[in-house]
Nanobody, 123 residues
Framework: QVQLVESGGGLVQDGGSLRLSCAASGRTFSTYAMGWFRQAPGKEREFVAAISRSGGVTSYADSVKGRFTISRDNAKNTVYLQMHRLKPEETSIYYC????????????????WGQGTQVTVSS
């Protein structure tokens, strides 16, 4: 079992940057592919980025490519999401998730979820 705790959310202005962190419990973090998702009020949860177990393979939603970077530090059991040039429409709760197989963009493929961290982008 893996427990995930996100942090780093907050209020930022249009065009600003934030770095989210997701700390995982347990000694098997490196055996999980990790993903970041977000959910705005009244909308479905959507894929943002994913990273393979080793960190060698990453995947991004088209809407964030070139602005967001996912990374991980297996020694620290942590995955990060660096976000630049944030937009007001990206105001959401951001969630990290873990799955015991390869990367996926599908929310249903993930086994464990954190409680989320709120990101608010003001215009």
């Amino acid at each position: 079992q893996v427990q995930l705790v996100e942090s780093g959310g907050g209020l930022v202005q249009d065009g600003g940057s934030l770095r989210l962190s997701c700390a995982a419990s347990g000694r098997t973090f490196s055996t999980y592919a990790m993903g970041w998702f977000r959910q705005a009020p009244g909308k479905e949860r959507e894929f943002v980025a994913a990273i393979s177990r080793s960190g060698g393979v990453t995947s991004y939603a088209d809407s964030v490519k070139g602005r967001f970077t996912i990374s991980r530090d297996n020694a620290k059991n942590t995955v990060y999401l660096q976000m630049h040039r944030l937009k007001p429409e990206e105001t959401s709760i951001y969630y990290c998730a873990a799955r015991s197989r390869g990367t996926s963009r599908n929310t249903n493929d993930y086994d464990y979820w954190g409680q989320g961290t709120q990101v608010t982008v003001s215009s």
